[in-house]
């Protein structure tokens, strides 16, 4: 089942009148069958993307079609989703099965029906000897593959989930996500999921989308999202760490960074910022590469060095310090004070104009 | 960790114990003594009260009286019927409430005013509305074509008396449960709404299988607290009905009425202990009441 | 599944459109029901007997006809030699005794609240849960003994009662309430743990912490208490009527009920009734209106916590 979003707006006005535009004009096509990733900084719209979809927010432009259906005045519960809470909202009353069974009574499905897909959906998130239990009695992971059982017995065209790790302990994060991909690997229903954390988009999304202020930045693979950043946000929100930003040049074909030649380019002269990937850098052991800089920190994990460089603010002034960071071979022996020469992998460098779009 | 600082946390509790040990807990117990004392006259000895011995007759001639049982009847009846009417009454109307978008500080409110007025000034207004000839009750059962009842008249039925006291109770009993269930159901989290919506959960499903359960513990504690206070009714009697306790006298007597009219004389031989035992009694059925209420409670409420 | 979701309800609409009106005209219906008796009982106040009389039963009167007799008639000596309906008496003892019992109450529940809350001494918990006890007892049981106690301090007796003896026997059983305590209780217990500790390192004795921390921040819930123990005064009856000997000693509910009947005939005068009705009730309501807020809230989270 296809979501398509069309001219979707809301705005949320607060007590002294001032308006937010908390999504703004989004057009958006949710492919059919996929687990698509909705990513982005507290405060981007993501989670207000999902409740317009889920239909618990009103929208005040656009239009929502799930497949060929037009949902854009269809209240929540006729929608035919599944939601998954960010704090589960297990009714802490009832056992799992009854959390489970609740929205079947609603929609009155068979009773003998109803007990049969309880069970069902209870194995396949795992949980079938836990159906007496109440919610408190559980784990939080345990308590959330519930909400996803609730969330799916009733067999919805679309499921949706809020920051579905956040509330999950690091080790138990990586268990789950990769069992939210295994159910939607086997359900094969339409799945979008809120998070703020792009590692967990990146790993399990068939495709992400990225967005900033209401506003859709980018949607695709991640690793194309990853290796082809339309913007400088969006390169600096994927990767991790962050990718690294210079303030640069472009004079006749040369790339500089503060003088330093780092690549050549067909562009036309202008200022531009510089991004280059923490992996992008090489360490030129012959030492002619003019792009140098004296590393202040090392950092080694058995496999990788990080290279820490800490540079002084345009102006010289100590506030504005940034931090630049390279990724090397642990073989290359260095330490604080070195003076380190480096070359840089075209494919991991883009070039942003000054507005921060992305320069081919 | 704090200290054990022993001595100063009794200083601090100086004034409260004292004035408890003379107010509560040494009537507490004397209650329980003077009502199995003989022949008691609580004056007598300049002050130091005499008896002739122990006796549990008191407690016998208190069953035995046909108005303790009058009493007790009508205490009942007030309590098991007042009490369930005016919860449902105030769930119904908190969550009536809190569907409303505009105006709920209005009506709030307007609810909570019966809680802040004298029971006897408002019981008097409510017997006036209950005149057979003058009252505004009788006026508009005209107007669906109905007879006047003789409500509180000299000649008037039990029935149309308790039913006057029971509207009054109910009125006056609305206006507590209303606030503190408007309280609770505010507390409730807002996420168990949307995920019912989004279970296709209709607005009498959600009522039943998550408000009111989500609810139930305060519901248990109004329940617990509203019949301790039916049980105690008196001030409402009193403002309805006056001193006579009735249309005719005695009618509407309730267990704290009968054991204050044996006070009263407490100056006869023995009937302060029949007042004793009669409280005592009124003690014992609290507590049944209450015990009961917790059981029942064990399988309904959800924490 | 999809015949099971309908789409595009404008109908839907037009049902809770519909819903929220019988669900306004349902609470409407209380308001009236709750206002009603107020109503009844000032219009009946201003109405003159031949009104009062009337069947139907007039609904409504212009403010330029009130009639204002009943009020000026309670406060017209009877043969007995006082008014009818000694108002301002009964006020300045309603309003004394409150004060009184007020004073001392916050006085001892806030001591008794820190103690609970704050210190830690042996038997702590089990003190406050027999305080708990308590309350589960009626009252009527206390009232006998407390009533033979007050005779045997001399503060009662039919002949000779003295205002201040009348006074002591309607104040001193009543400096103590469990309710608050427990109540006042809970707001301390909300107060961090870390204040407390800054202050004994700065070198701060409990008092003053009590003093300066404590009951500043707890002040809302403080006023509160003080604002529903005051209004509890108002509606004192069986105790002030036990333990005083004269009427001029009484509070407001007790010359209410019995005043306007004549006995002879048995005719109750309706209009002068509701007429110190309302003098009795438009002090609270006042009051309420002020303190609306603080009174709301106060009562609704001691019922929350219990």
């Known amino acids: 089942m296809e979501i398509r979003m069309k001219n979707l707006t809301k705005i949320f006005t607060s007590k002294n009148k001032k308006e937010v535009r908390a999504v703004d004009h989004v057009d958006l096509v949710i492919p059919s069958g996929k687990l698509i990733g909705l990513l982005g900084p507290s405060g981007c719209g993501k989670s207000t993307t999902l409740y317009l979809i889920a239909g618990l927010l009103k929208q005040n432009e656009g239009e929502i079609f799930f497949g060929d259906d037009e949902v854009t005045d269809t209240p929540p519960e006729k929608r035919g989703i599944g939601l998954v809470f960010q704090n589960y909202a297990l009714y802490p009353h009832m056992t799992v099965r009854e959390n489970i069974l609740f929205p079947l009574q609603n929609l009155k499905v068979e009773k003998s029906e109803a007990i049969q897909r309880t069970v069902e959906m209870a194995q396949l998130v795992g949980l079938q000897e836990m159906l007496d239990r109440k919610p408190k009695e559980l784990s939080g992971g345990q308590q959330q593959r519930v909400a996803i059982a609730r969330a799916l017995v009733k067999k919805p065209r679309v499921l949706l989930l809020d920051e579905p790790l956040s509330n999950l302990d690091a080790r138990l994060r990586l268990q789950t996500r990769e069992e939210i991909k295994r159910i939607q690997r086997e359900t094969q229903i339409t799945t979008v999921f809120v998070t703020h954390d792009q590692e967990e988009a990146m790993s399990i999304s068939d495709e992400i989308v990225v967005m900033k202020d209401g506003v859709i930045q980018q949607m695709g693979e991640p690793q194309y999202v990853y290796d082809f950043p339309v913007n400088l946000f969006v390169a600096k929100f994927l990767g991790n760490p962050q990718i690294n930003v210079f303030d640069g040049i472009i004079e006749k074909g040369k790339i500089l960074i503060n003088g330093m030649l780092v690549g050549e380019t067909k562009l036309p002269n202008q200022k531009v910022f510089v991004g280059i990937r923490p992996e992008g850098f090489i360490v030129d052991k012959e030492k002619t590469s003019p792009f140098q800089y004296e590393i202040d920190l090392v950092e080694t994990i058995g496999r990788d060095t990080t290279l820490i460089i800490e540079v002084e603010g345009n102006d010289g002034s100590l506030l504005d310090k940034k931090t630049f960071k390279a990724i090397v071979d642990a073989e290359h022996r260095i330490i604080p004070g070195d003076t380190v020469h480096f070359k840089v992998k075209p494919e991991k460098m883009h070039l942003f104009d000054l507005g921060g779009k992305v320069l081919k | 960790m704090e200290t054990r600082n022993n001595w100063k946390a009794w200083l601090y509790l100086a004034p409260l114990l004292i004035l408890m040990g003379i107010w509560i807990f040494y009537p507490l117990i004397n209650a329980f003594i003077i009502s199995v004392y003989e022949n008691y006259l609580p004056l007598a000895n300049n002050g130091a009260g005499q008896a002739t011995g122990y006796t549990l007759q008191n407690f016998v001639r208190i069953l035995n009286d046909q108005l303790f049982w009058k009493a007790l009847g009508n205490t009942f009846v007030i309590a098991l019927i007042s009490v369930p009417v005016s919860i449902i009454l105030a769930l119904v109307i908190s969550v009536a409430l809190k569907s409303i978008p505009k105006l709920t500080g209005f009506f709030q409110t307007v609810f909570f005013l019966p809680y802040v007025t004298n029971a006897i000034a408002i019981g008097m207004a409510f017997a006036f509305m209950f005149h057979q000839n003058y009252g505004l009750f009788n006026y508009i059962l005209s107007w669906f074509g109905l007879d006047p009842v003789n409500w509180i008249g000299g000649t008037s039925s039990w029935w149309a008396q308790m039913s006057a006291l029971l509207i009054f109770t109910v009125w006056s009993g609305l206006a507590f449960k209303i606030l503190v269930f408007t309280s609770g159901l505010q507390n409730i989290d807002k996420q168990y709404y949307d995920a019912a919506k989004i279970d296709s959960a209709s607005k009498w499903t959600v009522f039943r299988r998550i408000t009111v359960p989500l609810l139930s513990p305060l519901i248990l504690y109004i329940s617990i607290t509203s019949m301790i206070g039916a049980l105690k009714a008196y001030n409402s009697v009193i403002g309805l009905f006056g001193e006579e306790l009735g249309a005719q006298p005695y009618s509407m007597i309730t267990i704290v009425a009968f054991v204050y009219k044996f006070r009263s004389s407490y100056t006869d031989v023995g009937y302060i202990s029949y007042a004793a035992a009669a409280a005592i009694i009124l003690f014992v059925i609290t507590v049944i009441f209450s015990l009961i209420q917790g059981a029942v409670s064990r399988k309904r409420v959800h924490y | ?306």
């Open chain 3, 1 to 306: 599944m999809s015949d099971v979701f309908v789409l595009n309800e404008k109908a839907y609409k037009r049902k809770k459109v519909i819903s929220n009106i019988i669900t306004y005209a349902f609470l409407s219906l209380v308001a009236i029901s709750v206002l009603i008796p107020f109503y009844w009982m000032i219009l009946t106040s201003f109405k003159t007997w031949t009104q009062i009389e009337a069947i139907p039963p007039i609904l409504y009167l212009a403010p330029s006809k009130w009639n204002l007799s009943n009020y000026t008639d309670l406060f017209l000596t009877t043969s007995a030699g006082q008014p009818l309906f000694p108002f301002f008496t009964y006020l300045k003892n309603t309003v004394l005794i409150s004060l009184l019992t007020t004073t001392g109450t916050i006085i001892t529940t806030i001591l008794s609240a820190f103690a609970f809350a704050r210190l830690n001494f042996k038997g702590r918990d089990t003190v406050f849960a027999i305080l708990l006890a308590t309350m589960m007892v009626p009252g009527e049981i206390f009232i006998l003994t407390n009533f033979l106690t007050i005779n045997k301090f001399g503060w009662y007796s039919i002949y000779d009662q003295t205002y201040s003896d009348a006074i002591l026997a309607m104040t001193i059983p009543f400096m103590v309430s469990v309710f608050y305590i427990f109540y006042l209780r809970q707001t301390f217990k909300q107060i961090p743990n870390e204040l407390y500790y800054a202050a004994k390192v700065d070198g701060t004795s409990d008092f003053k912490y009590l003093l300066k921390v404590m009951i500043p921040v707890a002040m809302p819930t403080i006023v509160t208490i003080i604002i529903l123990n005051a209004m509890g005064a108002w509606s004192a009856y069986i105790w002030p009527a036990m333990v005083t000997a004269e009427d001029k000693y009484r509070l407001v509910s007790n010359g209410l009920r019995g005043a306007f009947t004549d006995t002879s005939t048995g005719r109750t005068d309706y209009g002068q009734q509701m007429a110190a009705a309302v003098l009795v009730t438009m002090p609270l309501l006042i009051v309420f209106f002020t303190f609306r807020k603080q009174i709301m809230r106060g009562v609704s989270r001691s019922g929350i916590k219990g």
